[in-house]
């Protein structure tokens, strides 16, 4: 680990740029779009300087993992065909999630939704196709006990290779584009199976398939259209990770080995790209690595920031970041415009709308990120910047993150004060567990263990882990482990804390709720909750109709009532 932090150098904060609206265009032939997508001949004055994000001094080590190799890449089916514009720069990333290409029809909803943005030459990230991550996790949790000679019959495979070929069969493609892959899925099913094993190493090169079959479908499918595309394993252009398997972070020797293949076949054959999302290549192992559930998220703003784009577009199935977890409440509405700090904590603190690490490389290379609806397309979304105007901004959004494990450490006095917070600390960093929530006193400490951490690790389920802090830290305190409680995380603008926590403790009082614990962070941008799990939908809901339905953030609801949305430049337009 410690050879993989010295691959990561530091970033740069890269010059603001004028943004440009990405307002709906109208609407022109395919082959006319594609000459604009591919054939532009004008430089891109308006974008970013290319590789912008590139700086990073590149190490010998990091050189020595960068992988250069061009393999399994679906060829572009009118090479050469736009030779001499080659110029023209990549402008955006658009990101599209499992859920907007679920289908043969989402697919081609998706290819005319990046069609109907002529003046775009985009870089496309894709998540695997509607379930097909979940799918491929439990054939493989299936696989290990359920002989090699049955793993052809597994319902979960079935309907893999269903959607799969029933699609290629609905778009009119030839079903050899995915048929290697579904060959060599099935027998890494039968290797589990005989294995009788999944380790985190498997899982993430099972998962894989999802992308690297979905990417095929749709850059064949451009193809078809006339529009010229190509498709790229992550792993195989310079997605460099840890080897965190099933939650791995980029290393910084990713940007300029991306940028250089992206960028490098852009100017000398012009095709979009079409890029498997969440995966990436250990460095040390050279295995297939995820960047944990949702992580596609995070490859199309590493993107964003390597090429130094103009804007990141993650396309959703929902109207943008909403005011909470439309699950819970179903009066959620669209937040226009957030800030990056807001909206990592928003996704850190569990809305799954994003993912936790997502806005890191847009927030270092200052690249905007717009949330949009693939299903609503003139939906304005959200905004998301380095800066806005929070001066009329009280609360933004409600985050619910629900089984989280909380523990209450009461020194026993064997240590100095001083020495006690240091040691409590120094068990964590020792075991390897971040906390996210902290309330101190000089001889008690409440935490909550990072939830992030706790999905990817398991934590939860592996007891003997957890059993292990509580082990350490009885040396030195008395222990209380709370479990099933929730974290409220009130986003927002915390210079009104005190408004806030009016209005908030008013509503859980109204509701007989009792608060565990309270923590505002460092980051001024978050007020976090808990209470117990039994009560904490309901607390939801209640804290959302009291700030969000109530009149009692007038200046939201005129923004939300404004069907307009203005741009960070200051420029509006409307729909
Ligand atoms: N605050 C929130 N705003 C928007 N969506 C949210 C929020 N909290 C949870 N969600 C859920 O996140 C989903 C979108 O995220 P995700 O499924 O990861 O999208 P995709 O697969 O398209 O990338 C929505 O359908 C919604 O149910
Ligand atoms: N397919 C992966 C990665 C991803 O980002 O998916 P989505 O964009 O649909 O959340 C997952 O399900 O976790």
Same mark, same amino acid.
């Given at each position: 680990? #410690? !050879? *993989?932090? +010295?691959?990561?150098?530091?970033?740069?904060?890269? %010059?603001?740029?004028?943004? =440009?609206?990405? /307002?709906? &265009?109208?609407?022109?032939?395919?082959?006319?779009?594609?000459?604009?997508?591919?054939?532009?001949?004008?430089?891109?004055?308006?974008?970013?300087?290319?590789?912008?994000?590139?700086?990073?001094?590149?190490? #010998? !080590? *990091?050189? +020595?993992?960068?992988?250069?190799?061009?393999?399994? %890449?679906?060829?572009?089916? =009118?090479?050469? /065909?736009? &030779?001499?514009?080659?110029?023209?720069?990549?402008?955006?990333?658009?990101?599209?999630?499992?859920?907007?290409?679920?289908?043969?029809?989402?697919?081609?909803?998706?290819?005319?939704?990046?069609?109907?943005?002529?003046?775009?030459?985009?870089?496309?990230?894709?998540?695997?196709?509607?379930?097909?991550?979940?799918?491929?996790?439990? /054939?493989?949790?299936?696989?290990?006990?359920?002989?090699?000679?049955?793993?052809?019959?597994?319902?979960?495979?079935?309907?893999?290779?269903?959607?799969?070929?029933?699609?290629?069969?609905?778009?009119?493609?030839?079903?050899?584009?995915?048929?290697?892959?579904?060959?060599?899925?099935?027998?890494?099913?039968?290797?589990?199976?005989?294995?009788?094993?999944?380790?985190?190493?498997?899982?993430?090169?099972?998962?894989?398939?999802?992308?690297?079959?979905?990417?095929?479908?749709?850059?064949?499918?451009?193809?078809?259209?006339?529009?010229?595309?190509?498709?790229?394993?992550?792993?195989?252009?310079?997605?460099?990770?840890?080897?965190?398997?099933?939650?791995?972070?980029?290393?910084?020797?990713?940007?300029?080995?991306?940028?250089?293949?992206?960028?490098?076949?852009?100017?000398?054959?012009?095709?979009?790209?079409?890029?498997?999302?969440?995966?990436?290549?250990?460095?040390?192992?050279?295995?297939?690595?995820?960047?944990?559930?949702?992580?596609?998220?995070?490859?199309?703003?590493?993107?964003?920031?390597?090429?130094?784009?103009?804007?990141?577009?993650?396309?959703?199935?929902?109207?943008?970041?909403?005011?909470?977890?439309?699950?819970?409440?179903?009066?959620?509405?669209?937040?226009?415009?957030?800030?990056?700090?807001?909206?990592?904590?928003?996704?850190?603190?569990?809305?799954?709308?994003?993912?936790?690490?997502?806005?890191?490389?847009?927030?270092?290379?200052?690249?905007?990120?717009?949330?949009?609806?693939?299903?609503?397309?003139?939906?304005?979304?959200?905004?998301?910047?380095?800066?806005?105007?929070?001066?009329?901004?009280?609360?933004?959004?409600?985050?619910?993150?629900?089984?989280?494990?909380?523990?209450?450490?009461?020194?026993?006095?064997?240590?100095?004060?001083?020495?006690?917070?240091?040691?409590?600390?120094?068990?964590?960093?020792?075991?390897?567990?971040?906390?996210?929530?902290?309330?101190?006193?000089?001889?008690?400490?409440?935490?909550?263990?990072?939830?992030?951490?706790?999905?990817?690790?398991?934590?939860?389920?592996?007891?003997?882990?957890?059993?292990?802090?509580?082990?350490?830290?009885?040396?030195?305190?008395?222990?209380?482990?709370?479990?099933?409680?929730?974290?409220?995380?009130?986003?927002?603008?915390?210079?009104?804390?005190?408004?806030?926590?009016?209005?908030?403790?008013?509503?859980?009082?109204?509701?007989?709720?009792?608060?565990?614990?309270?923590?505002?962070?460092?980051?001024?941008?978050?007020?976090?909750?808990?209470?117990?799990?039994?009560?904490?939908?309901?607390?939801?809901?209640?804290?959302?109709?009291?700030?969000?339905?109530?009149?009692?953030?007038?200046?939201?609801?005129?923004?939300?009532?404004?069907?307009?949305?203005?741009?960070?430049?200051?420029?509006?337009?409307?729909?």
């Amino acid at each position: 680990m #410690a !050879a *993989a932090a +010295a691959l990561r150098c530091n970033p740069r904060p890269s %010059a603001a740029v004028a943004l =440009r609206g990405a /307002a709906a &265009a109208p609407q022109v032939g395919n082959e006319a779009a594609f000459e604009l997508l591919v054939g532009a001949t004008e430089p891109c004055l308006r974008g970013r300087r290319r590789g912008a994000g590139i700086r990073c001094q590149r190490s #010998a !080590a *990091a050189s +020595a993992v960068v992988v250069e190799k061009k393999s399994r %890449a679906v060829e572009p089916a =009118r090479e050469g /065909a736009n &030779a001499g514009h080659t110029e023209s720069e990549l402008t955006v990333v658009m990101k599209f999630g499992g859920s907007s290409v679920a289908s043969a029809e989402r697919m081609r909803e998706v290819a005319d939704l990046i069609l109907s943005f002529p003046e775009e030459r985009p870089v496309i990230v894709l998540s695997a196709m509607g379930k097909t991550t979940n799918k491929l996790l439990m /054939a493989g949790e299936k696989a290990v006990g359920c002989g090699a000679k049955n793993v052809s019959e597994l319902d979960e495979l079935t309907f893999i290779k269903e959607l799969h070929f029933g699609t290629i069969d609905q778009l009119g493609l030839d079903r050899s584009i995915v048929s290697g892959l579904s060959d060599e899925l099935e027998q890494l099913l039968k290797g589990i199976a005989m294995m009788k094993e999944l380790t985190l190493r498997t899982r993430d090169y099972l998962v894989s398939f999802g992308e690297c079959m979905s990417t095929r479908i749709f850059a064949a499918l451009l193809n078809k259209l006339g529009v010229k595309a190509r498709q790229y394993d992550a792993f195989e252009i310079g997605f460099i990770t840890t080897d965190d398997f099933t939650n791995a972070d980029i290393l910084e020797a990713t940007y300029p080995a991306i940028a250089k293949r992206l960028h490098g076949d852009w100017v000398t054959g012009p095709a979009i790209p079409i890029v498997t999302g969440f995966l990436g290549k250990g460095w040390k192992t050279g295995a297939i690595t995820t960047l944990g559930r949702g992580g596609s998220d995070l490859t199309a703003t590493t993107i964003g920031k390597a090429l130094g784009l103009r804007e990141i577009q993650v396309w959703k199935d929902v109207d943008g970041v909403l005011t909470c977890d439309p699950n819970i409440h179903p009066n959620a509405k669209p937040v226009p415009y957030l800030t990056f700090d807001e909206a990592a904590e928003l996704a850190y603190f569990g809305a799954q709308v994003l993912h936790p690490q997502s806005m890191r490389p847009a927030r270092e290379g200052d690249i905007p990120v717009r949330v949009k609806n693939s299903y609503n397309r003139r939906a304005p979304g959200t905004l998301i910047t380095k800066a806005r105007d929070m001066s009329k901004t009280v609360l933004t959004s409600i985050v619910l993150k629900s089984n989280i494990t909380m523990l209450d450490i009461v020194s026993t006095r064997m240590l100095g004060q001083y020495g006690f917070l240091a040691k409590v600390f120094s068990i964590f960093e020792d075991l390897g567990i971040s906390v996210d929530c902290v309330a101190t006193s000089e001889v008690s400490i409440s935490l909550t263990l990072d939830p992030s951490k706790l999905w990817s690790r398991e934590l939860i389920k592996q007891a003997n882990e957890l059993d292990h802090v509580i082990e350490e830290l009885e040396k030195i305190a008395v222990v209380h482990l709370l479990q099933h409680r929730s974290i409220i995380s009130l986003i927002g603008n915390v210079q009104r804390s005190s408004l806030i926590l009016e209005k908030a403790f008013n509503v859980l009082r109204t509701n007989g709720v009792n608060v565990q614990m309270i923590s505002q962070g460092a980051s001024k941008v978050n007020i976090s909750l808990v209470v117990h799990d039994s009560e904490a939908k309901q607390c939801v809901q209640a804290l959302h109709s009291a700030f969000f339905e109530s009149g009692f953030l007038p200046e939201v609801n005129d923004i939300l009532q404004d069907d307009s949305v203005a741009h960070s430049n200051g420029t509006v337009y409307r729909h």
